[in-house]
Structure formats: C-alpha cells, structure tokens
C-alpha cells in the first residue's frame, strides 16, 4: 500500500470512530429590536404543537405524533412534571424524557420542554406527594388572617431548593442525551404562574421582605409610582402588594433558570395567563387575574428579578381582534421576543397565526393538539379528532417549507401580517416605499361599490376567518401569503407605482421558489383576492419612469 493510501485509510477509520460533530446550542439572538431562535446557527420558527396537560407518559405520545403531523408542526411542547421524575425524594426517573426525546427525532420534530414544578396554573397539582403531604416544609401562601392558600409560597425555602434541584436534574439529563442532536429548543419554567383570590403572601418572612427596600434592579426598571425610593408600599402604593408577589415569584422562578442554564444552557421562558390588556392604564390587582404571574404590566419585574428567564409570552385564549392585537403588541418588545407557547384551538384563532409570524415571533402553538379523547371549550374547539388541526395546518402549510427564510426575513424586519378584525374593517400594512391594503368579505370578482350581488358578502365570511402575512422580499417584491382576503399593494402615499406582475407558486423542499402561474386580468382587476385556502404569491411592484 502507498503511503497516501494509508493515511486515507488510516483517516476513513479515525472519522468511523470521530463522535458525531455536536450542533450548535440554540440560542436566542436580538438586533434592532427583533428577535430570532437561532437552531444549528440560524434563524427557525417554532410551529408548535402543545399536547395535552396528561400526554406526558410514553403511552399516550402516539395520538400527540399523528396530531402533530396532521397540523405539519416542526416542534412539540411537552410537559414533563416534578410529580413523574422524581416521585420519591433525590431519587429521579426520566425514562419519559429518553422516549420523548427518541420518538420526536424519529418524528422529525424538535420539542419544547414545559416544566411543571412548583406552579402549574398556579396550584401544586404537579408537585410529588412528598411535597403536598408537607406543608410545613413545603409551605403555602398565607392570607392576611394567617390562613393557609392553594397555591405554595415563593418564600418557602425548602420548596425553592427541591425544584431546583429537580429542574437542575432534568437539565442535566438533557445535556447528556441532547447536546449532540439538540432535538430540545426551549424549556418553560414552570406553568402559568401567580395567585389567584390572594394578592400576595402575607406569611412572616414575606411580611419582612415585604417592608424591606424596593432592590435597586427592579427600581431601575418598573417605573416608581409615589416616591422613588423606599419600601415597596412607598414606591408603588395601590400597585405595591402585586409587584412585590411577582417580584418574590419572578425571583424564585430566576434561580431555579439560572441554576438549569448554568448545568445546561438552552433559551428558558415563562408563560402567563392574561390580564385584560386593553384597561389601559391597569388598575390595580382585584381579583381579575392571576396576582404575580408575567403579566405585561409586570414584564420589568421579571427581567429584573429573573435575568435568566429569558421570554415572557403569553398564553392566548380570548380570541377577540383587539385583545389579541394588543397582547401581541404589549408582549413583543425590544427585549422580549414574541412566542406564543398557547394559543386556543377553536377556529377563530387561525387567522391571527399570520399576525404573530407578520410581526416577527419566534414561533406559536396552538394548545390541545392530541387526539386524546378530551377537549378542553370552551377555551378550546369542541372536537378531538382531525378538525381541531384545520384551521392551523393550512396556515403552517404555508410557512413549513420557508420557515427558515421566514425566520430569516422576519429577524431582518422585512416583514408584517395581520388577522381579520371582529369589525371586519380594511385594514393596511406599511412598507418602505409601499403599502398592503387589505379588505375582507368581498368575492373574488368586482367591486362592492357596484352594489346589487357585488356589495353582497361572499359566501363561506360570515365569521371573521382571513388574514395576510407579507415580506417585502426585495425593495419592489413581496411575498403574500393569506386566505379570505383581498390585497391591494399600492404605492406608498405620494409616490408612483403599478404591480408588474403577480405570480402564483410554492416552495419547494429546498426553499427554491417554483412558479405555477401568473395572475392577470380578472385575476389582478380587482386586487389579489386570496381565497378560502391559503395561497402564496410573489409580487413585483414598480415605478414607472417620467412619460
Ligand atoms: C393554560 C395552561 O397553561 C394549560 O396548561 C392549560 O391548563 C390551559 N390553560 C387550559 O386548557
């Protein structure tokens, strides 16, 4: 044998035995304001598919697979509870994980991991018993009157240290069978957290901590309302007894993120059941919402007492126009990402996915996607079979070939979308240079002002169902994506410009744009109107020159 035939066989047999190259972490990324989850280094986005709270155990995973593939999801969020790893104290059992973790990569789907420790909707359903039959370890809140609260209290030490020494497990065992293939994206920390009936603990060490000073890192960054420095009553008056509770719980939920990331570092987020975002200014806490979860009002807090949380998103199940539009505004800000880790399944909610992906999420998931023989409406849809995925599937259709150039545009800012309104007004999205103008209810010929069967509703928009998500792919090109919708591109107010053409097409498995055919005609005379299946089409404006 030559000697270069030696060292190539020699190299063959050293690479047989190289460990697989591990890809690179996932990771969260900012610039000017936007956000992207960069996964094996570059942008993705999540089209998520929550399970059921129960589906959690390796027999129940099989309807969670054929749900998720039905809604062509690339990513699961799972819960995996303290009650199951460790059902006996120190002594852990994540042989779920293993499945879980085996069974998405044969299912091609990377995975979110929802971790239910402490708090899951609040209560400490998800605890092991060792922890329910405790509470003088592991202590509840306490009322004014000493009386003991559902929900456990951020002030109890002992519980602090079991979670996190759970949590610090978990992620452990993640980094051990994951930090090769990194099939786990994400991990909630905790569920749904805060109190409801109670605005806070009122127990001895709380008390304390309460009539202590405002620390200086939240004061730097939730606005003082009556003095500017002191205790949290003289800092935040009416708003003291909720701040102070999210504080206690932000700052709990804080060290059991930081001790999981320093063990195994992956993006970690809360998720928050809503308080209505559209009292504008809020008012304090009465009973409306959960006190000391991550409402949006409190968001500061948490990056003050939490920097290891990295997103707060919010859990969405009121699908009114406005209070969605609003939330999606209140929750998407230069330091937080949009990513809505619940979204409701009834069908109402599909038209706002275009809104979400439009205005740069770094992902979404409906909630309920399994076909367990359960449903939970009426925050949910009514069914559990094929229907709850429709109004979802045929907008991650859309998205699932190009969610890496989605991700990519989006991350660059070059995109917009937006859900029918209730009011079923037209609404429009700006771009540099030009504008989408978007109408609903009209057919797909001729215009309402016509009258007579052309000012009629077209037949299928009795409930507000379109929308359009758009990226201005080069100065004068875009890509519109939508259903049940009309579009106009026009020039942007007083400048000149006519569409040039308008072509009908898809991605292909390799991103690359196949052309099926050109709009003209009737097909453009009267806008772009997309109809009740989604459609994908690429659009080239222009200006013409001086005649
Ligand atoms: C929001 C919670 O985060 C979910 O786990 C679930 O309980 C839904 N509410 C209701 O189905």
Redesign the pocket.
């Known amino acids: 044998m030559k000697a270069t035939h030696l060292a190539a066989a020699a190299l063959a047999c050293l690479m047989a035995f190289a460990p697989t190259q591990a890809a690179e972490a996932p990771r969260l990324v900012s610039q000017n304001g936007r956000h992207a989850l960069l996964v094996d280094g570059k942008p993705f986005l999540i089209l998520g598919a929550q399970a059921h709270?129960s589906s959690n155990y390796p027999g129940a995973l099989k309807p969670v697979w054929a749900a998720a593939n039905d809604l062509k999801a690339n990513t699961v969020l799972m819960p995996v509870a303290w009650e199951q790893v460790e059902p006996v104290e120190g002594r852990f059992d994540f042989s779920f994980v293993d499945t879980l973790v085996k069974q998405a990569r044969e299912q091609k789907k990377r995975l979110v991991i929802l971790w239910f420790g402490t708090w899951k909707?609040t209560s400490a359903q998800y605890t092991p018993e060792w922890v329910k039959l405790d509470p003088r370890r592991f202590p509840f809140n306490r009322d004014r009157d000493g009386s003991s609260n559902y929900s456990l209290s951020p002030f109890g030490a002992e519980t602090l240290k079991a979670d996190k020494r759970a949590f610090v497990a978990l992620m452990g065992h993640l980094k051990k069978i994951d930090s090769t293939e990194r099939t786990v994206l994400m991990v909630q920390v905790e569920?749904?957290v805060g109190t409801y009936g109670l605005v806070r603990d009122f127990s001895p060490a709380a008390q304390a901590a309460f009539e202590q000073p405002v620390p200086a890192a939240v004061l730097a960054r939730q606005k003082p309302k009556a003095a500017a420095t002191g205790t949290w009553r003289e800092v935040y008056g009416d708003y003291a007894d909720e701040y102070f509770h999210a504080w206690a719980i932000a700052r709990y939920i804080g060290e059991i993120a930081a001790a999981g990331k320093a063990v195994y570092d992956l993006p970690m987020y809360v998720?928050n059941?809503l308080r209505n975002p559209l009292e504008q200014p809020p008012k304090p806490w009465n009973k409306d919402f959960a006190s000391g979860g991550p409402t949006w009002d409190v968001i500061d807090i948490y990056k003050a007492a939490a920097p290891a949380v990295d997103i707060v998103a919010p859990?969405i199940?009121n699908p009114e126009s406005a209070q969605v539009n609003a939330n999606l505004r209140l929750f998407g800000r230069a330091d937080n990402a949009l990513w809505v880790p619940?979204i409701g399944t009834k069908p109402a909610y599909g038209r706002f996915l275009y809104a979400m992906l439009g205005r740069g999420a770094i992902g979404v998931s409906p909630?309920?996607i399994d076909y367990f023989d359960y449903s939970?409406h009426p925050?949910?849809a009514t069914a559990t079979d094929k229907t709850i995925v429709e109004p979802f599937e045929r907008v991650y259709r859309m998205f699932a070939p190009i969610q890496r150039q989605w991700a990519q545009w989006a991350f660059d800012g070059k995109t917009q979308g937006i859900g029918e309104g209730d009011d079923r007004k037209p609404q429009q999205l700006d771009f540099p240079g030009w504008s989408a103008k978007l109408t609903y209810r009209l057919g797909r010929f001729g215009e309402a002002a016509w009258g007579g069967e052309f000012a009629k509703p077209a037949a299928g928009t009795e409930e507000p169902g379109g929308g359009a998500a758009i990226a201005q792919i080069a100065p004068d090109e875009f890509l519109v994506i939508g259903h049940r919708v009309r579009v106009r591109m026009e020039p942007a107010e007083g400048t000149k410009g006519l569409m040039l053409r308008a072509e009908q097409g898809r991605f292909d498995a390799q991103g690359r744009w196949v052309m099926e055919r050109v709009w003209n005609g009737d097909q453009v005379d009267y806008g772009l109107n997309l109809p009740a299946e989604p459609m994908m089409l690429k659009v080239k404006m222009g200006r013409p020159a001086q005649p």
């Open positions: 709270n909707n569920n749904e998720n059941a859990d199940y619940e909630f309920g939970n925050l949910g």
